[in-house]
């Protein structure tokens, strides 16, 4: 399970799970491969404004940031094989966890709770 703590995200591609990360060297290398600020590619997202060089920019850092020992053409593969829709979602959450400030420990006990409440 990731570490929301770390802001390390599970993520599912090809039904295999990954633990993601942007660490703060990821971030500076996908800002300079990407020409942009991390907020302002996250808000490309959103006006789905991004290339495919822009999501492996951001998903092969973040797999290696999650502890994978993984090669850009091993995820070029994983991409090819999901498809841009779910490589695109995934990267999505990715950005979004990373722009979110670290949660409480007990914070995500509490988020449980309310979504346990919120079903009833």
């Known amino acids: 399970m990731a570490n929301p703590l770390k802001a390390q995200v599970d993520i599912t591609l090809g ?3 990954y633990k993601a990360r ?8 996908i800002e300079e491969k990407v020409g942009c600020g991390i907020i302002k590619l996250a808000t490309r997202m959103g ?3 991004i290339r ?3 999501l492996l920019s951001v998903l092969t850092p973040a797999l290696r940031g999650g502890g994978n ?3 850009e053409k091993e995820v070029k593969k994983i991409v090819s094989e999901v498809g841009i829709v779910a490589t695109a979602q995934a990267v999505a959450e990715l950005l979004a966890a990373s ?3 670290p949660k ?3 914070d995500e006990e509490e988020e449980a709770q309310k979504k346990k409440e919120e079903q009833e």
């Not at 942007?22 to 290398?29: F, G, S, Y």
């Open 22 to 29: 942007l660490t703060i060297d990821a971030i500076i290398q």
């Open 69 to 71: 020992n993984i090669q």
């Open 15 to 17: 039904g295999t799970d």
């Open 52 to 54: 495919m060089a822009d």
């Open 47 to 49: 006006d789905a404004d």
């Open 99 to 101: 722009l979110q400030p």
């Open 104 to 106: 409480e420990e007990g």
